[in-house]
């Protein structure tokens, strides 16, 4: 692509709400409006705030801060569990009210939204009129504590950049011919999808500031992440649309789904684990048939919690984000594709089964079931002697049942323990989908 200029207009709008899930709890709780509140998993003090109000954010209290070290910092904070369905049906209520001012063109996860700009949409005053129209819109439809940074680029990446700059209830317009020396202050880990590890990549390649990384030509960026990704960068960071320079296209067809959960100490143990592993696999053969896939592949992941001693011994252990070092095992099974909950049942107990023993196994605090190599219902092959046990048809009597009343009202008794325990977790980049009675 040319790198010639470009007309000074704005091609995207990325909304992006603020402190979303702690808002939404001060929008049906005012006795909690302009105070310290966190958005808890799990009310351990082991457990990790998955959002805090700009009240705690103030306090130096964010997201993935320990509880426990929350209620140090501000013994008075209040600490809310948070509810999966309460907020997904906030995020398509402000959803609406955005489409209200501009079409949604993309949703990146549950509180983020992208509008593409067309016509004279594109004008910058224009473009700022229709980010304000939002900003409004959320406010009058859906709650005053619910406010938003929207970051205004010619593309969607740059888009996104903008709206972490100033937050919160924020407004950034970064024009083609600002760019790049408009995001030149900006740290590495300011750019979408340069966490620690890639972070420290380009650390080890020489590139630690935002300057040095936009000093290199296409070619240098393209050497410094050793793939077509720099190559797009080089171009999104100078304002262009595109940049594929003819690489292929990921593909968009899904390729997994699945549930995993961080045990509470009442089931952090082999049976405990088990009712967990089976809630999982319940709620993911559902959304299964739901997406209408069948799949051909199930992967068990299990993380066990060590002793001082048991992590001195090990040849290889972790650190959990909630401190808690572990070893993992995990193991995968393929059969001939399938998607009632009786079949991937029986696969799960199979599984289940190759589980390792001994002293460094007896504390599992983490399993996760992972459904891959999923084929869509158009193209599953029926087997030559049907289906005898009619598993296929339970299945759907089940979903039929449990879309109505609930996603857990008829159920096979092996995740009977866990009923109540596993509930679907806060979805970040999962749009949740509204399935019968509940989301997931």
Request: hydrophobic content about 40%.
């Amino acid at each position: 692509m040319s790198d010639a200029a470009q007309p000074d207009f704005f091609g995207f709008l990325h909304v992006d709400l603020n402190s979303f899930f702690a808002s939404v709890e001060q929008q049906l709780h005012p006795e909690y409006r302009g105070k310290p509140l966190g958005v808890v998993g799990t009310m351990a003090d082991t457990g990790a705030l998955i959002a805090a109000s700009y009240e705690a954010k103030a306090l130096g209290i964010h997201t993935l801060t320990k509880v426990g070290e929350a209620k140090k910092i501000c013994p008075e904070i209040i600490l809310v569990d948070g509810s999966h369905s309460v907020y997904s049906e906030y995020s398509h209520k402000i959803a609406v009210a955005v489409e209200r001012c501009c079409p949604v063109a993309h949703t990146p996860s549950i509180d983020e939204m992208a509008c593409q700009l067309i016509g004279r949409e594109r004008v910058p005053a224009t473009a700022r009129k229709i980010a304000l129209a939002i900003k409004q819109a959320i406010r009058d439809d859906v709650g005053s504590t619910l406010r938003c940074s929207i970051g205004m680029a010619p593309n969607r990446y740059l888009a996104k950049i903008a709206s972490d700059m100033q937050k919160p209830d924020g407004l950034i317009g970064l024009l083609p011919s600002q760019l790049p020396r408009a995001i030149a202050h900006l740290d590495l880990r300011d750019l979408p999808g340069v966490g620690a590890k890639t972070e420290a990549r380009l650390n080890a390649k020489g590139i630690t500031t935002m300057e040095q990384l936009l000093a290199l030509d296409r070619n240098g960026m393209h050497r410094v992440w050793d793939s077509v990704w720099g190559d797009r960068l080089y171009h999104w960071l100078r304002g262009s649309d595109t940049g594929d320079d003819g690489a292929p296209v990921p593909s968009e067809v899904q390729k997994s789904l699945g549930h995993s959960h961080v045990l509470g100490p009442e089931f952090r143990t082999d049976e405990g684990a088990w009712a967990i592993a089976h809630k999982l696999l319940h709620k993911a053969a559902m959304r299964l048939r739901m997406e209408k896939f069948y799949c051909g592949t199930l992967a068990v992941t299990i993380k066990y919690a060590l002793t001082r001693e048991q992590a001195a011994r090990a040849e290889k252990s972790k650190k959990h984000s909630s401190g808690i070092v572990h070893q993992g095992w995990g193991m995968e099974a393929r059969f001939r594709d399938c998607q009632d909950t009786l079949s991937l049942l029986d696969v799960l107990r199979n599984v289940w089964k190759q589980r390792p023993r001994g002293a460094e196994y007896e504390r599992p605090f983490f399993v996760g079931v992972t459904l891959r190599e999923l084929i869509p219902e158009s193209e599953h092959q029926a087997t030559l002697f049907g289906d005898p046990d009619n598993r296929a048809e339970l299945s759907r009597t089940m979903d039929r049942l449990n879309l109505k009343f609930g996603h857990t009202t008829l159920h096979f008794a092996g995740m009977l323990p866990a009923r109540e325990s596993a509930p679907t977790r806060i979805a970040f980049t999962q749009i949740p989908v509204l399935y019968g009675a509940e989301y997931m």
